[in-house]
């Protein structure tokens, strides 16, 4: 990864099952313009766990405490959203001696602007023009109004993963987000393309799956990706995958 040197491991994990999860999954099955849910928060920053994603948490944290010592992580650095911030603190309640969680804004889910709990039938409906420029654009480089693009999206993880390397040298580093930064994430490590991330993209990242990159001759090299052994009732999430 450009500019990070100093990390011996980096461990994402996406937050558990939220309600805004359930309400996405309710708005696929019966289509509407919005994602209605009675306890859908107005913000996407504090949209919470479902009792499922808080399960979820409990067995990263197993995993994580079930690692061998010189695995574990030595700092742990999260997302602000509440969805985010709430898996970290179930994971490490399970770790005996756990590591301080820090916060950082820049690893905040993708701002989708006026877009926001619009089903794809309700932006082709109220933005039509936005659904044909995200269309023409794609989504790496499609910024709907007031949001960000993926493109977006890097300048700010480039920038929190710098300084995550410089304040943890030789460290392990647990970080818990969303699923496009997880993504994002592989993309800056690995050097992909935009092809190549399109074509991983297709693969949803599950609750609390484990994705790890290990230094190995000097570089973070892939060791786990998307994998959700770990938990014990994993429907609806994708099957664990390998590292390539």
Same mark, same amino acid.
């Given at each position: 990864?450009?500019?990070?040197?100093?990390?011996?491991?980096?461990?994402?994990?996406?937050?558990?099952?939220?309600?805004?999860? =359930?309400?996405?999954?309710?708005?696929?099955?019966?289509?509407?313009?919005?994602?209605?849910?009675? @306890? !859908?928060?107005?913000?996407?920053?504090?949209?919470?766990?479902?009792?499922?994603?808080? #399960?979820?948490?409990?067995?990263?944290?197993?995993?994580?405490?079930?690692?061998?010592?010189?695995?574990?992580?030595?700092?742990?650095?999260?997302?602000?959203?509440?969805?985010?911030?709430?898996?970290?603190?179930?994971? !490490?309640?399970?770790?005996?001696?756990?590591?301080?969680?820090?916060?950082?804004?820049?690893?905040? @889910?993708?701002?989708?602007?006026? !877009?926001?709990?619009?089903?794809?039938?309700?932006?082709?409906?109220?933005?039509?023009?936005?659904?044909?420029?995200?269309?023409? &654009?794609?989504?790496?480089?499609?910024?709907?109004?007031?949001?960000?693009?993926?493109?977006?999206?890097? #300048?700010? =993880?480039?920038?929190?993963? &710098?300084?995550?390397? =410089?304040? %943890?040298?030789?460290?392990?580093?647990?970080?818990?987000? %969303?699923?496009?930064?997880?993504? =994002?994430?592989?993309?800056?490590?690995?050097?992909?393309?935009?092809?190549? !991330?399109?074509?991983?993209?297709?693969?949803?990242?599950?609750?609390?799956?484990?994705?790890?990159?290990?230094?190995?001759?000097?570089?973070?090299?892939?060791?786990?990706?998307? @994998?959700?052994?770990?938990?014990?009732?994993?429907?609806?999430? /994708?099957?664990?995958?390998?590292? /390539?």
């Amino acid at each position: 990864m450009a500019g990070v040197r100093n990390l011996e491991s980096l461990i994402l994990t996406r937050h558990g099952e939220s309600t805004g999860n =359930l309400a996405h999954q309710a708005a696929r099955d019966a289509p509407g313009d919005r994602i209605e849910e009675v @306890d !859908l928060c107005d913000r996407d920053a504090d949209v919470p766990l479902s009792e499922r994603g808080r #399960l979820q948490a409990v067995a990263l944290g197993r995993r994580l405490a079930a690692l061998p010592p010189s695995e574990r992580p030595t700092a742990v650095v999260s997302s602000p959203y509440v969805r985010s911030l709430d898996t970290a603190r179930i994971a !490490l309640a399970e770790l005996q001696d756990p590591p301080d969680l820090l916060v950082d804004e820049r690893l905040r @889910d993708r701002e989708m602007g006026v !877009l926001y709990r619009l089903t794809p039938h309700g932006v082709r409906v109220r933005y039509p023009e936005e659904a044909e420029r995200s269309r023409r &654009l794609g989504k790496f480089y499609y910024r709907p109004p007031g949001g960000e693009s993926w493109a977006d999206m890097l #300048l700010r =993880l480039r920038s929190a993963y &710098l300084d995550i390397d =410089l304040d %943890h040298p030789g460290g392990r580093v647990l970080v818990v987000v %969303h699923d496009a930064v997880v993504v =994002l994430t592989r993309y800056i490590v690995e050097g992909l393309s935009e092809r190549e !991330l399109m074509e991983i993209e297709r693969t949803p990242i599950g609750n609390c799956s484990f994705t790890r990159w290990v230094r190995r001759d000097g570089v973070l090299r892939p060791a786990e990706y998307n @994998d959700t052994a770990h938990l014990s009732e994993p429907a609806g999430a /994708p099957a664990p995958t390998a590292a /390539p």
